[in-house]
């Protein structure tokens, strides 16, 4: 489940580890199938669950998830899809409706504990004693400000720079290290006609917030930046400002193209040998061909300051159910389900299987890629979600509109950080 998505994040907080995430997400992605956004728990016995997961593997994953549901005769459940962008933005609006869905796709940590805050979240605690082997990590991300349980977790990922192997050997270069090595790289990159660093800004403009966000975990640390995306430092602090200095020595390298297409148009560009690499989530390679993941690889985004504790991070997907639900004891049937070992690996086999599943007892694919995306956040002494997760979806815009500015007038930074001081304080008071 992803990302973002999608689409966006937090992943993870993560987790802890036990879990890791998608590549094939939730987080965000492309075309949706759609039906009605009205509940269907109200008037039926059936439970309507409303997925973002909209990329075709994702969508056909979840969809015999809730086809083997529905055979085990422990209840019924009827599956709606929606374009991601569209779910995100709709989604308060879904919530807060007479007649919601009863359970949503989504992420957990700052922004599940938000909506729980408002109220529009059911208390699912009693579906957390049938789940004593998860580990705490992820029982605590799931908890809300009261202690109350509002949300199931099943898989988490991680982000970092994609690429092909076989590009990398036909151009003749190795993964960086250091910043100075990353620099490097994009100069050989581009001395070779390759636009370095992909990029899908389209109508999926919070891609950029993963370069924020690890810049400023990079430069200020994991707890400056959960600070900063909670309202207790500001957006037009020097300590920001050298996020985006950092930021601009680099910006010269990014596709030109990117600002104009999604990331699903800017992972067809990096298949097809059109950018080098590209800083994304796992659930990307929902959009690739499967024929292609053999050939993936990927790399932690460069340290830059070895005094700072390395974060990564690693966006935590999974489900929370409307308080609203005409239908709790069915909603939660489900939600045992979709905490159960069967139902995550049922996911992994007929998704991307770039994931890790949440469930402690459920098996994870045993590619080279997944162990070593695994093995970094298990040597991180730090994880976080993705901009909007450790913030709240509210503030979430003014993030795209900020880094979208600085990436087409980069001298504008002090004007651009007073705007999004200002933009965010307005989130802030409600």
């Given amino acids: 489940m992803s990302d973002f998505d999608s689409s966006r994040r937090r992943f993870l907080g993560?987790?802890?580890?036990?879990?890791?995430?998608?590549?094939?997400?939730?987080?965000l992605v492309g075309c949706a199938s759609s039906a009605s956004t009205s509940g269907g728990g109200k008037n039926s016995g059936t439970v309507s669950l409303q997925s973002n997961l909209s990329s075709p593997q994702a969508?056909?994953?979840m969809e015999k998830i809730v086809e083997n549901f529905n055979k085990q005769g422990k209840g019924a459940a009827t599956l709606n899809t929606?374009?991601?962008?569209?779910?995100?933005?709709?989604?308060p609006t879904y919530l807060t409706s007479a007649n919601p869905p009863d359970l949503f796709t989504w992420y957990a940590g700052s922004v599940a504990n938000d909506y729980a805050s408002k109220g529009l979240l059911l208390d699912v605690s009693d579906v957390w004693q049938g789940m004593a082997d998860y580990p705490e990590s992820l029982r605590s991300l799931s908890t809300?400000?009261?202690?109350?349980?509002?949300?199931?977790?099943?898989?988490?990922?991680?982000?970092?720079?994609?690429?092909?192997?076989?590009?990398?050997?036909?151009?003749?270069?190795?993964?960086?290290?250091?910043?100075?090595?990353?620099?490097?790289?994009?100069?050989?990159?581009?001395?070779?006609?390759?636009?370095?660093?992909?990029?899908?800004?389209?109508?999926?403009p919070w891609v950029a917030s993963a370069?924020?966000?690890y810049l400023n975990i990079r430069i200020n640390g994991a707890p400056f930046h959960r600070e900063l995306l909670a309202g207790k430092q500001r957006f037009d602090d020097p300590k920001v400002k050298a996020v985006f200095t950092r930021w601009r020595e680099v910006l010269p390298y990014f596709d030109p193209k990117g600002k104009a297409y999604p990331f699903q148009e800017a992972t067809t560009a990096l298949l097809g040998g059109k950018t080098g690499m590209f800083l994304i989530g796992t659930f990307f390679a929902d959009a690739a061909p499967k024929d292609a993941l053999g050939d993936l690889d990927f790399f932690q985004f460069p340290i830059i300051d070895p005094a700072v504790p390395v974060a990564e991070e690693a966006p935590t997907d999974g489900f929370f159910a409307s308080a609203r639900s005409g239908n709790p004891t069915g909603t939660k049937d489900l939600l045992r389900y979709l905490a159960s070992a069967e139902a995550q690996e049922l996911y992994i086999q007929s998704s991307s299987g770039i994931i890790?599943?949440?469930?402690?007892?459920?098996?994870?694919?045993?590619?080279?890629?997944?162990?070593?995306?695994?093995?970094?956040?298990?040597?991180?002494?730090?994880?976080?979600?993705?901009f909007n997760r450790d913030s709240s979806d509210a503030l979430q815009p003014t993030a795209d509109t900020a880094l979208t500015k600085f990436m087409d007038r980069p001298d504008d930074i002090d004007a651009i950080l007073r705007e999004w001081q200002t933009g965010a304080e307005k989130v802030f008071k409600g």
């Avoid at 929606?82 to 989604?91: N, Y």
């Avoid at 581009?190 to 899908?200: C, F, L, Q, Y």
């Avoid at 994870?364 to 730090?382: H, Q, R, T």
Wanted: charged letters at 20%.
């Fill in 14 to 27: 993560h987790i802890g580890l036990a879990g890791l995430g998608v590549l094939g997400a939730g987080s």
């Fill in 59 to 61: 969508k056909v994953a």
């Fill in 82 to 91: 929606v374009a991601a962008e569209t779910f995100r933005t709709q989604l």
């Fill in 144 to 204: 809300d400000a009261s202690g109350r349980k509002v949300f199931v977790p099943m898989n988490n990922y991680w982000w970092g720079f994609f690429y092909r192997k076989s590009n990398f050997a036909k151009w003749g270069v190795q993964e960086p290290k250091t910043w100075a090595d990353f620099v490097a790289l994009c100069k050989t990159l581009e001395g070779k006609g390759i636009p370095p660093i992909g990029i899908g800004l389209g109508d999926t």
């Fill in 211 to 213: 370069w924020f966000d």
């Fill in 356 to 386: 890790l599943p949440a469930n402690p007892a459920a098996k994870a694919s045993d590619s080279p890629l997944v162990a070593k995306g695994k093995a970094m956040l298990e040597n991180a002494k730090e994880l976080t979600q993705f």
